[in-house]
């Protein structure tokens, strides 16, 4: 393991600025900071792919959520259990912590050999959690807090973003109760190949027809994406083509 005391590397010194540069604070041992920045396509020993990012992935992920959660409760007290998963799904999904990790330049600090589209395609969003990890066991929770804070003030606003959702399920009722469609609402737990963490995947069909579909880390998060999903595809003027 890095030892704080030892003298730093030129390269360990340019680490160090680039992650004060992302974290708005110093770290303090660079160790899991190098392996949150290191995917697992680097590893030339597939039994060692615990020095990968994968297991501080594992951790900053609950991390994220946890502390999002607690944002989003403060934030908006009157809100409900599925407005308050619609907003954390918004921030928390992948395809928004990969913009992030692109906004903080983390890729240009990681160590990977994979070209493959798909790996590629979330290795941002990844390392973002890890980092987290990595804050977490170098630094603690306070830190994790201080950190998302940051990132919430800098690249969310959160009222503006209230206003863009809403309750999809009951509008997507509301709009099959209108023109008298049948209903099919299939939710269902998963674990694909690609995760570590168990999700609930949620499956619309409309007069027979699959629609759209959604995925979240509750029941109610998923519908609520689907709903929203399939409102996508009708645009409530096209309901000739149900």
């Known amino acids: ?40 396509s680097a590893i030339g020993c597939e039994n060692n792919r615990q020095s990968s990012n994968e297991r501080l992935e594992f951790v900053g992920d609950a991390i994220i959520s946890a502390i999002v959660s607690n944002i989003l409760f403060n934030h908006f007290p ?13 921030i928390v ?44 066991y170098d630094r603690g929770y306070k830190y994790c807090i201080k950190f998302i804070e940051n990132i919430i003030k800098q690249y969310f606003n959160l009222n503006t973003l209230i206003k863009q959702n809403t309750d999809y399920k009951s509008r997507l009722l509301q709009y099959v109760q209108k023109y008298k469609f049948d209903l099919l609402i299939d939710t269902y737990e998963n674990v694909e190949q690609n995760e570590k963490n168990q999700h609930f995947v949620t499956e619309i069909c409309i007069n027979s027809n699959y629609i759209a579909s959604g995925k979240g880390w509750s029941k109610k998060e998923a519908e609520q994406i689907a709903s929203k999903n399939v409102l996508k595809e009708i645009k409530t003027d096209n309901k000739e083509n149900i």
């Open 1 to 40: 393991m890095f030892c704080p005391f030892s003298k730093k590397s030129e390269a360990d010194k340019i680490l160090v600025k680039n992650l004060i540069s992302i974290l708005g604070f110093k770290p303090k041992n660079l160790f899991f900071y190098k392996q949150a920045l290191r995917h697992a």
């Open 93 to 136: 999904n992948r395809k928004t912590l990969n913009q992030l990790a692109d906004e903080l330049k983390i890729h240009e600090l990681m160590k990977y050999k994979s070209s493959s589209l798909n790996v590629m395609k979330n290795m941002g969003g990844n390392s973002f959690e890890a980092i987290v990890g990595a804050i977490y």
């Open 78 to 90: 009157k809100a409900d259990e599925g407005r308050l998963s619609i907003l954390r799904s918004t």
